[in-house]
C-alpha cells in the first residue's frame, strides 16, 4: 500500500508543529484528580471564557465530553433529541443508551442539515408514564463542515427551554463556525447550556476537549468524567498543547477554509464530480459511479488520504493545517490527470 503523502482524511490527523511541544515540554504540571494542575486549571478557564461561560472541564475526547454532558443533563431512561446523523447519535457507538440508559430520540434532517422545528416540538413528550422523559436537545456545530444558521440554533433552544429541556452543543468544529461565519463563538455558545469544544481538530492539538457550561452541570460533568476513566494526573503536559492552539491556531482556520474553497472549486472544473462547496474546511465529492472504485484506488496509490470513496457515495476531504496549498493543488492535478484519461 503506497504510504499517504497529503492526508486529507481529517482534521484529526495534524502533528503538533515545534512551537507546540516546546510548549508541552516545558507545561507547569500538578495531578489533576485533586484538581491542582496549573495549566489545566488555566485551560479550563480559557475556553469557558472564550466561550463566555462560567465554568469548563478538560476531557480526553470529543465522546468522552459529548457522553459525560448527556449523562449529566439527562438521569436513567431520560431522552434526548438529536439529528439522525449526529455525532452523538450516531458515530459514538450509541455510548449515551447503553453507558448513559439514555433514550436517544434521533429526527431526520432538513437539507441544510437543521431539524425542523415543528419535528423537535413533536417529539417532546407529554409527561405520561409510558414514555420517556424528554430532557435536552443536543445540537452540533458545524455538523458535517456546515455551519448552522443563527437564527435557527436562536429558534430550536428558545422552543427547548420553553418546554424546559436542557441544550447541549457538540461544538466540536465551533471555531470553524465563529470563523467562517465571522461571529464570536460566545455569541454562538450563548443559548447553550453546555457546549463541547475538540482542541483535537482543526486546532491541532493532540489530545483532548474542553466542556462548557453552567458551574453545576459542570461539576457533575467532571464527576462522571472520573468513572469514565478521564481522570487523568499530571495532564497538564496536553493541557499546554490545547492552550498553544487557541493561541496561534484559531484566526488561521481561515486558511484551512480558503484551502476547501480552492479544492472545491478545483475539483468541480471536472464533469464527473460533483462538489458541495464548502463553508468551512470540509468537501464533499460525488464521483460518477463508473469511476468510484478506479478513482479511489488511484489517489490511494497517488498517496492522497481520504475518507469514504469506494462502495460510499460520498468522499470526504478535510484541509487543515497539516495539508497546505501546495497539497490541494496537487489533489486538483491528479483529478485532472485521471479524468483527462480516463474520458
Ligand atoms: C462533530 C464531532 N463530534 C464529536 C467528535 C468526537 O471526537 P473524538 O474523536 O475526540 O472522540 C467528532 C470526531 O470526529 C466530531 O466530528
Not at 436513567?76 to 436517544?104: F, K, N, T
Not at 456546515?146 to 466540536?172: C, E, F, K, Y
Not at 487523568?232 to 480558503?258: K, M, P, S
Request: glycine share 10%.
Amino acid at each position: 500500500m503506497t504510504q499517504i503523502r497529503d492526508d486529507f482524511r481529517s482534521d484529526t490527523v495534524t502533528r503538533p508543529s515545534p512551537g507546540m511541544r516546546r510548549a508541552m515540554a516545558e507545561a507547569e504540571v500538578g495531578d489533576d484528580v485533586f484538581g491542582d494542575d496549573p495549566t489545566v486549571l488555566r485551560l479550563e478557564t480559557a475556553v469557558a471564557e472564550r466561550l463566555g461561560k462560567p465554568a469548563g472541564v478538560f476531557m480526553t475526547s470529543g465522546t468522552q465530553s459529548n457522553l459525560a454532558a448527556l449523562m449529566a443533563h439527562c438521569g436513567r431512561g431520560d431522552e434526548y433529541i438529536a439529528g439522525m446523523d449526529a455525532h452523538c447519535y450516531v458515530h459514538e457507538q450509541g455510548g449515551a443508551a447503553w453507558l448513559g440508559s439514555i433514550q436517544p430520540q434521533p429526527l431526520p434532517h432538513q437539507p441544510d442539515g437543521t431539524l425542523a422545528l415543528g419535528d423537535i416540538e413533536a417529539a417532546i413528550k407529554e409527561d405520561d408514564a409510558h414514555l420517556a422523559r424528554t430532557r435536552l436537545l443536543a445540537l452540533e456545530n458545524t455538523f458535517g463542515g456546515r455551519v448552522m444558521p443563527q437564527s435557527w440554533i436562536d429558534d430550536a433552544t428558545a422552543l427547548a427551554r420553553r418546554h424546559n429541556l436542557s441544550t447541549h452543543l457538540d461544538g466540536a468544529r465551533v471555531f470553524n463556525a465563529a470563523v467562517a461565519g465571522n461571529i464570536d463563538v460566545a455569541d454562538i455558545a450563548r443559548p447553550f447550556d453546555t457546549i463541547s469544544v475538540c482542541l483535537s481538530k482543526g486546532l491541532g492539538a493532540p489530545i483532548g476537549t474542553v466542556l462548557v457550561g453552567e458551574p453545576a452541570l459542570i461539576a457533575t460533568a467532571r464527576r462522571l468524567r472520573k468513572a469514565l476513566g478521564g481522570g487523568l494526573r499530571q495532564v497538564g503536559i496536553i493541557a499546554a498543547a490545547g492552550l498553544y492552539a487557541l493561541e496561534h491556531n484559531v484566526t488561521r482556520l481561515a486558511d484551512d477554509h480558503a484551502n476547501a474553497r480552492r479544492l472545491a472549486d478545483g475539483f468541480a472544473r471536472i464533469p464527473a464530480l460533483t462538489v458541495t462547496r464548502p463553508d468551512t474546511n470540509i468537501v464533499w465529492v460525488t464521483v460518477a459511479a463508473e469511476h468510484t472504485k478506479p478513482y479511489t484506488d488511484f489517489l490511494a496509490a497517488e498517496g492522497f488520504g481520504i475518507t469514504g470513496g469506494y462502495g460510499r457515495a460520498q468522499q470526504r476531504w478535510v484541509t487543515h493545517l497539516d495539508v497546505g496549498e501546495a497539497a490541494v493543488d496537487r489533489a486538483v492535478a491528479a483529478a485532472e490527470r485521471y479524468f483527462s484519461a480516463a474520458t
